[in-house]
Every structure is written in structure tokens, then in C-alpha cells.
């Protein structure tokens, strides 16, 4: 018996259709569960929390897609996603003892979840950092690999300096340093005599694209369970009282192909910029590009810099998911974060200098050269085939 048991994901819905991160998150906290009871002759399980308004009928598909339990506050109140009513509802549920009964009879020390999961994209963001400070324990962002092991440990501060084997940890490992190293994270309890301290759960946003679902399985079996969570007046203060969801002007989606540009244009911005424009009118294409474009890192006209560099735009992990039949990778270095937003597309060309650079491996054709030389051939050659194409039509 322990305080601590059992990986709650938080799930993601758009007005009740589930958001595919959080089928990943599911599928992914299954493999680690089932290794995990394997390994140490447990029975946690994986618990998904529903929250919204008319939403339980979505609970049997979570349990398809490898939850355990689902445990679905379903209210009028949590139609729409608010961050300070949503945080209240999950550390609440977290807390909770009675329910946990509901599916696991012996949790009977029950404290809090050993693991917690939410998405690491813009409600997830936001939710895992309040809720984990609602529940006073630790969050590690932008997850894309987790392993659960036991692993020795000496700290100063944590251990008082002594090695001390951590059973159990969550491995949470977070690309930093533009995407080509990793950090891992891991969320200690102080075994230090003068301070100790647990913290539980060890919790993490994961990044959407990352893991793969289970295979859905109609025959898969779960408890579902009812909470009907209580609110103050003071909680409900910020009232939604209608949504529009506005449409971005950028249409990845009907284009068959897209040019996108990173800070390979750094030399010459403005006019690697208008060739990339060129290209990509030629051949019909919508623009992309990095994320750090949209910060507006180099100084160039008004009207590149508002049309171009900017959010809408952005392909990775923070941004857009596009899977074209044709992506152009120019002056991109290939950080996972990107590379998890394009590499569904059919046919990828990446124009870069550099052979190391990791876009190398992510395309099918890779130019090795300098946009300001390479894109001018490929006009030439493009304006060249034109009447060809044009008398095939
Ligand atoms: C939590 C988090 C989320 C992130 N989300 C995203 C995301 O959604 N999307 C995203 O893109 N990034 C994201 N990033 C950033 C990511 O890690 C990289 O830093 C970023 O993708 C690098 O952008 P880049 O390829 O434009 O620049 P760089 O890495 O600087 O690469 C520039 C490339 O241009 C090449 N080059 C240089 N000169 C030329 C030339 N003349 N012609 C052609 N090529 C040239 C270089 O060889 C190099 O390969 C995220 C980072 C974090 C930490």
C-alpha cells in the first residue's frame, strides 16, 4: 500500500471530439503502466479525467484507447475550457480517495497520483503549471521522451550528499538547446533528513505529435465514474458567453505544397525572403516557416515582416501540423520541434549548406548550397518549363 499510485492523463476535447495528443498521451501512459505493473508486480493503473459539458459519451473511447478508469465531471459550468475553473475541478479529482476506491479496492493510503500527464499545447501549457502549483509539487514542459526506473542518486541539497536509490522515478526528457540536446528532468521527493519533503505526482506536458495511440480495441474494459465537482461564486466570475473559433488566413491545408524558411536567410533577409515568395509562387505553394521567424529576428520591410514572420505561420510543435504532397525546407536546421510538424508530408527538398545539419536526414532530396544561389537555378528551370506546362494543360 502507498500514498502515491496510479499516471492520471488529462484530457483534451474540442466541444467532444478528443484531441489527438491526448490519445498519444493515453497510448503512451499504457506502455509505460504495463512495463511498470510487470516490473514491480503492482496494479496502478491509468486513469483519464474528462471535464466538459455533455462530453461522458467519449468516455468508453478512452478506455478503447488504454485507460483503465475515466473519471468525467461532466457540468454545464465546463463547457468551455477556463483556467481557473479547470484547475479547481482536476486538483480536486486529484485529491480525491473515494474515487480511486471506485476502481482500485486496495488503494486505501491513497494521498495523490504518483504520475500525471497533460499536453503541452496552449490549454495544457497553462493548466499543468496551475494545477501543479494548486498541488504543490513539480512540472517538467515540453516532454518528448519518458522512461520509469530506479536510479541512484547524490545531492547536496536532496540527499544530503549520499547516494540513494529513487525507485520508480519518472525520466522526463525535454529537447533544449534548439532541439539537438536533451535535458532530463526528474521530480525528487528531499530524502535529506532536515528537509524532507515528497513530491508527488511527478508530473509533465507532453508535445503533441511525439508518442503513437494504442491500436483502438472495442473490447477493451473500464470504469467510468461520475464526479460532480463543486464550485464557488468566486469561481465562476469570468463567464464565456459565446466562441468563435477565427479561421487563419494561411491555408496549409488545400495547397499541395509548401516553402518554408528558417534563419538561413540571415545574410540577406529581405531579398532571400522575396525569393522564397518567388518560388513559392511559382509553383503555387504556401509559405512556412521556423519558429524562430516568427520572432521577427532580423530587420526587414513592414510588409514581408506582417505577411511573413509571424505565429500563423509557424511549423513544429508550437505551431501547425501540415502534411503537403511537396515541402520545401529552406535555411532549416531540422530541430525536432519542426521536424515533428512536416515529416507527414509526401515529398521533402531541403536547401541548406550544411550536410550535418539534421534536416539531411529528414528529406528525400537534400541541395547542398546557399539559397541566393540555389532558388535562382530552380526559377530559371521553373520559368523555363513553364510553356511546357502551360501546353500540357
Ligand atoms: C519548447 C520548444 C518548442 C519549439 N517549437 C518549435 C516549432 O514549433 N517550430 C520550430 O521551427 N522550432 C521550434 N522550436 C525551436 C527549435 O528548437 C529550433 O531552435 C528552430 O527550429 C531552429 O530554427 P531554424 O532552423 O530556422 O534555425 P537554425 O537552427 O539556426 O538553422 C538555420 C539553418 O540555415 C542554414 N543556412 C545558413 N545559411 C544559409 C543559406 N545562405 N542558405 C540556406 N541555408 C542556410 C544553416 O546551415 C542552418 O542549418 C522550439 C523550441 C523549444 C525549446
Known amino acids: 500500500m502507498t500514498k502515491y499510485e496510479?499516471?492520471?492523463?488529462?484530457?483534451?476535447?474540442?466541444?467532444?471530439?478528443?484531441?489527438?495528443?491526448?490519445?498519444?498521451?493515453?497510448?503512451?501512459?499504457?506502455?509505460?503502466?504495463?512495463?511498470?505493473?510487470?516490473?514491480?508486480?503492482?496494479?496502478?493503473?491509468v486513469v483519464a479525467i474528462l471535464l466538459g459539458s455533455g462530453v461522458r459519451a467519449i468516455s468508453d473511447e478512452l478506455i478503447q484507447y488504454g485507460a483503465d478508469a475515466v473519471i468525467c465531471a461532466d457540468h454545464p459550468e465546463l463547457r468551455y475550457s477556463r483556467n481557473p475553473v479547470d484547475t479547481k475541478v482536476i486538483s480536486q479529482?486529484?485529491?480525491?480517495?473515494s474515487l480511486v476506491l471506485k476502481f482500485s479496492s486496495t488503494s486505501t493510503e491513497f494521498e495523490r497520483p504518483r504520475y500525471m500527464f497533460f499536453a503541452a499545447d496552449s490549454i495544457g501549457r497553462q493548466l499543468s503549471s496551475t494545477v501543479?502549483?494548486?498541488?504543490?509539487?513539480?512540472?517538467?514542459?515540453?516532454?518528448?521522451?519518458?522512461?520509469?526506473?530506479?536510479?541512484?542518486?547524490?545531492?547536496?541539497?536532496?540527499?544530503?550528499?549520499?547516494?540513494?536509490?529513487?525507485?520508480?522515478?519518472?525520466?522526463m526528457?525535454?529537447?533544449?538547446?534548439?532541439?539537438?540536446?536533451?535535458?532530463?528532468?526528474?521530480?525528487?521527493?528531499?530524502?535529506?533528513?532536515?528537509?524532507?519533503?515528497?513530491y508527488y505526482p511527478q508530473a509533465c506536458s507532453i508535445i503533441p505529435g511525439v508518442f503513437q495511440p494504442i491500436e483502438h480495441d472495442a473490447s477493451r474494459k473500464g470504469v467510468i465514474l461520475d464526479y460532480s465537482p463543486s464550485f464557488d461564486p468566486a469561481d465562476l466570475k469570468v463567464k464565456v458567453l459565446s466562441r468563435r473559433i477565427s479561421k487563419s488566413a494561411v491555408d496549409y491545408d488545400s495547397r499541395k505544397a509548401v516553402v518554408s524558411f528558417g534563419r538561413g536567410i540571415k545574410d540577406a533577409p529581405e531579398e532571400n525572403i522575396k525569393l522564397v515568395v518567388e518560388l513559392a509562387r511559382e509553383i503555387d505553394a504556401e509559405i512556412g516557416v521556423s519558429l524562430p521567424i516568427s520572432k521577427k529576428p532580423y530587420p526587414v520591410s513592414e510588409s514581408l515582416s506582417s505577411s511573413y514572420m509571424v505565429p500563423d505561420r509557424v511549423i513544429g510543435t508550437s505551431g501547425r501540423k501540415?502534411?503537403?504532397?511537396?515541402?520545401?525546407?529552406?535555411?532549416?536546421?531540422?530541430?525536432?520541434?519542426?521536424?515533428?510538424?512536416?515529416?507527414?508530408?509526401?515529398?521533402?527538398?531541403?536547401?541548406?549548406?550544411?550536410?550535418?545539419?539534421?534536416?539531411?536526414?529528414?528529406?528525400?532530396?537534400?541541395?547542398?548550397?546557399?539559397?541566393?544561389?540555389?532558388?535562382?537555378?530552380?526559377?530559371?528551370?521553373?520559368?523555363?518549363?513553364?510553356?511546357?506546362?502551360?501546353?500540357r494543360k
Open 93 to 97: 479529482i486529484a485529491l480525491d480517495r
Open 173 to 198: 526528457y525535454r529537447p533544449d538547446f534548439s532541439g539537438f540536446l536533451w535535458t532530463t528532468i526528474l521530480c525528487l521527493d528531499n530524502r535529506n533528513p532536515a528537509i524532507t519533503r515528497d
Open 322 to 391: 501540415v502534411m503537403p504532397l511537396l515541402y520545401i525546407a529552406i535555411g532549416i536546421s531540422g530541430a525536432m520541434q519542426h521536424i515533428a510538424g512536416m515529416k507527414e508530408s509526401g515529398y521533402v527538398i531541403a536547401i541548406n549548406p550544411d550536410p550535418e545539419s539534421p534536416m539531411k536526414d529528414e528529406c528525400d532530396i537534400f541541395v547542398k548550397g546557399r539559397m541566393e544561389d540555389v532558388i535562382p537555378l530552380l526559377l530559371d528551370e521553373l520559368h523555363a518549363l513553364k510553356p511546357v506546362m502551360e501546353a
Open 132 to 171: 501543479m502549483t494548486q498541488l504543490d509539487s513539480g512540472l517538467a514542459s515540453d516532454i518528448n521522451k519518458l522512461v520509469i526506473g530506479d536510479l541512484e542518486i547524490r545531492h547536496e541539497h536532496k540527499t544530503k550528499g549520499q547516494p540513494i536509490v529513487y525507485e520508480r522515478t519518472l525520466e
Open 6 to 45: 496510479h499516471l492520471y492523463v488529462i484530457i483534451e476535447h474540442e466541444e467532444g471530439k478528443i484531441v489527438p495528443v491526448s490519445l498519444e498521451m493515453l497510448g503512451e501512459a499504457r506502455r509505460l503502466m504495463d512495463d511498470y505493473n510487470r516490473r514491480y508486480a503492482a496494479n496502478e493503473k
